[in-house]
Nanobody, 123 residues
Framework: QVQLVESGGGLVQAGDSLRLSCAAS????????MGWFRQAPGEDREFVAA????????RYADSVKGRFTTSRANAENTVYLQMNSLKPEETAVYYC????????????????WGQGTQVTVSS
């Protein structure tokens, strides 16, 4: 398993941008598909985005397409989530996760999780 630590959360206003980072423990980071999920209070954890081992394949939840972008820097063991035009309903704890499955997209596909970072979007 890989250890993951998210950072970059905070309080922003609707329409603002925020970039989350997720640093992985050294090792075989480049062999993991990395995913982003979020969970609002009282809600289920939902898929946001995922990026394949080399970054050539990305996929997004329909609700964030065109506004969010995930990328990775394998040499730095880091994955990013750039979030633009944030909405109040996107207030949640954001988690990064790692999977050995190339097309991982559901939470059950991911075996390693970070502790999460809070994103709060005010109206």
């Amino acid at each position: 398993q890989v250890q993951l630590v998210e950072s970059g959360g905070g309080l922003v206003q609707a329409g603002d941008s925020l970039r989350l980072s997720c640093a992985a423990s050294a090792g075989t980071f480049s062999s993991y598909t990395m995913g982003w999920f979020r969970q609002a209070p009282g809600e289920d954890r939902e898929f946001v985005a995922a990026i394949s081992y080399t970054g050539t394949n990305t996929r997004y939840a329909d609700s964030v397409k065109g506004r969010f972008t995930t990328s990775r820097a394998n040499a730095e063991n880091t994955v990013y989530l750039q979030m633009n035009s944030l909405k109040p309903e996107e207030t949640a704890v954001y988690y990064c996760a790692a999977s050995r499955r190339f097309y991982a997209k559901v939470a059950e596909d991911f075996g390693s999780w970070g502790q999460g970072t809070q994103v709060t979007v005010s109206s």
